[in-house]
């Protein structure tokens, strides 16, 4: 079982940690354990109660209202905010999390090669990739999904990305005359996915 200290779930959850010690004492949010120097400790129910808190919070919703909520009826609320997309997209949405629940990797390049050519590489990534990322997301903070589901479709909107870019003509600096730009991410980030996209 892993542990946490205050500082991780900061850092996993975005919610401040002073904000987390308010939330632990005016409405016993959390329950962590305490080691022998009286250092807070987190187990993982602790990290997906806070995640799918910090979910709701941050769609407006008032912590008071949602530490009221059951375990089951927070993560209900969580996982329902990843339904939030375009009623055209919904099917092929559903068609691309069920094949990445199942690790089906040659479904998951069929659907999206079918979506690139209808809608090209930005619309399938912007109307299809990124939210399916955040419904992924979602469902792993609450516990139904594994990292490695979520990780099938990271490397496949990579490769789509990377293909989509070596595809691009390559522009000679000589005639490059718009401003050059320098992308990075911060340190200790590993994800590149809007740096690729930006590209």
Not at 6 to 30: C, F, M, P
Not at 104 to 120: I, T, W
Not at 161 to 177: E, G, H, N, V, Y
Request: aromatic content about 6%.
């Amino acid at each position: 079982m892993a542990h946490y200290s205050i500082s991780d779930l900061e850092q996993l959850s975005g919610v401040k940690a002073h904000t987390i010690r308010i939330w632990e004492q005016r409405y016993n949010l959390l329950k962590p354990n305490r080691t022998t120097t009286n250092i807070r400790t987190y187990g993982e129910a602790d990290l997906r109660r806070l995640l799918n808190v910090a979910t709701l919070c941050s769609r407006g919703q008032r912590i008071s209202q949602v530490v009221r909520l059951s375990e089951e009826e927070c993560q209900a609320a969580a996982l329902a905010l990843c339904n939030e997309v375009k009623p055209a997209d919904g099917p092929r949405l559903n068609a691309l999390l069920g094949a990445t629940l199942d690790l089906d990797e040659p479904g998951l390049h069929r659907l999206f090669d079918q979506a690139v050519e209808e809608l090209g590489t930005e619309e399938t990534l912007l109307r299809l990739g990124y939210p399916l990322l955040q419904r992924l997301a979602v469902s792993w903070k609450a516990g139904s999904l594994s990292l490695a589901q979520e990780r099938l479709v990271a490397q496949l909107l990579r490769q789509e990305l990377m293909a989509s870019a070596d595809a691009l003509p390559l522009i000679p600096l000589s005639q490059a005359d718009a401003p050059r730009w320098l992308l990075f991410l911060p340190e200790g980030e590993w994800q590149e996915l809007a740096l690729l996209f930006m590209n």
